[in-house]
């Protein structure tokens, strides 16, 4: 049986830290670090993936082939991205990568986080909005890419979804906890939003598992299976940077990244 009582260091594998109790292992002197940044390429990739996929309906097309059904005429028809606006709840790493990516697609890019200005924004080469509904008001799409806290569970609500374009597009690659579901559902139901979702409120707790959420059978939702962060390359640098937490640990008694400093 392990001995509890020796652990001093818990490092998660990623950056969301949520499924750890970090106040209680600082209450047992227990550092929790996390490896923020190491899998941003990763989730901005999937983010911009979904939306394409929303755009030209990649999945519908695939599933209709596969039941041999030929709908040129339908799926033929799609807005385009380039000249649309994308609008980013959330400017970290992972929402910084996403902008660089929208912008390559020739999109513009605005956004909004607690600790944007202006001129940061600026030296982004984005717009700046001064609050989440002003960014859903004014984008074609919507991209979430907070952290789960306190301040940001059921952040995305029914006012913020109310504030956006019948029609336009909302993309979470962040935790499902900081949308208010129902919200969202009602939002798809509408306004005819078309939602792709890498994250849900029931997910399996295991790698593989029975799923069941009303959501993914709207119509418009494209879901994912969270994989977000779940490539070779992403894989890779958390590894890399995990073993250099404990490097840095076991020579300065003080791991870089700590989440929950005492």
Not at 105 to 110: C, S
Not at 112 to 141: F, M, N, Q, Y
Request: aromatic fraction near 6%; hydrophobic fraction near 45%.
């Amino acid at each position: 049986m392990l001995d509890g009582s020796k652990l001093r260091l818990i490092i998660r594998a990623g950056a969301g830290y949520n499924t750890i109790d970090v106040k209680a292992a600082a209450a047992r002197k227990i550092f929790v670090a996390n490896c923020p940044g190491m899998n941003s390429v990763a989730v901005a990739e999937l983010a911009m993936g979904l939306l394409l996929s929303l755009d030209r309906r990649i999945a519908d097309n695939v599933a209709d082939l596969r039941m041999g059904v030929w709908n040129k005429k339908e799926y033929g028809r799609a807005k385009g991205v380039y000249g649309t606006t994308l609008g980013l709840v959330g400017l970290g790493q992972i929402g910084q990568e996403t902008a660089a990516r929208a912008k390559a697609f020739g999109m513009k890019v605005i956004g909004w986080s607690r600790s944007l200005t202006p001129e940061k924004a600026a030296a982004l080469g984005i717009g700046h909005r001064a609050s989440i509904l002003e960014v859903a008001r004014d984008c074609d799409t919507l991209s979430i890419h907070l952290a789960l806290n306190d301040q940001t569970r059921g952040v995305i609500n029914a006012e913020v979804f109310a504030a956006m374009k019948p029609g336009s597009f909302f993309i979470n690659t962040s935790r499902a906890e900081v949308v208010d579901q129902a919200a969202l559902a009602s939002a798809i139901r509408a306004k005819g939003l078309r939602a792709g979702l890498d994250v849900f409120a029931n997910e399996p707790s295991g790698a593989t598992g029975a799923f069941e959420d009303a959501i993914v059978n709207l119509p418009g939702v494209h879901g994912t299976h969270h994989i977000g962060a779940s490539t070779d390359q992403a894989q890779e640098a958390v590894a890399a940077e995990t073993v250099r937490i404990v490097e840095v640990f076991q020579a300065t008694g003080t791991p870089p990244n700590v989440v929950n400093p005492f």
